[in-house]
């Protein structure tokens, strides 16, 4: 077994709306748990282990960088605006009902990193 850390997505998958752009967001329909537009990739700082909702922060995270993992696919690094903090969430192409936008994920990927 790895070091890394490890969890269970648990949690909340409902729909919002994007305290950045305002669009209306619809939960995942893979079981997973949305926590990012698919329009403008912003996402909201609310959870300390995916899905749990349990961060007081609630600062907006800006999106900053798009990784790759042989694992996971594309990452999207979003970055607190109230604290600081870093996370990276799975983009969620696959989405039948409202993948996140192909062409956001490649201008973010062609921004200089931060």
Known sequence: MSGGRRFTVQ????????GHCGAQVEPLQN???????????????????PGDRACSCHGLMTPIA??????KGWLIVHRCERCGFTGRNK????????????????QLSARPSR
């Open 31 to 49: 079981g997973s748990v949305r926590n990012h537009c698919p329009e403008c990739l912003h996402s909201k700082h609310v959870d300390i282990q």
């Open 66 to 71: 798009v990784e790759q993992s042989g694992k």
């Open 11 to 18: 949690g909340t998958n409902n729909a919002f709306t994007c």
């Open 91 to 106: 983009a969620a192409l696959d989405d039948p009902a409202q993948p996140d936008r192909w062409d956001a994920l490649v």
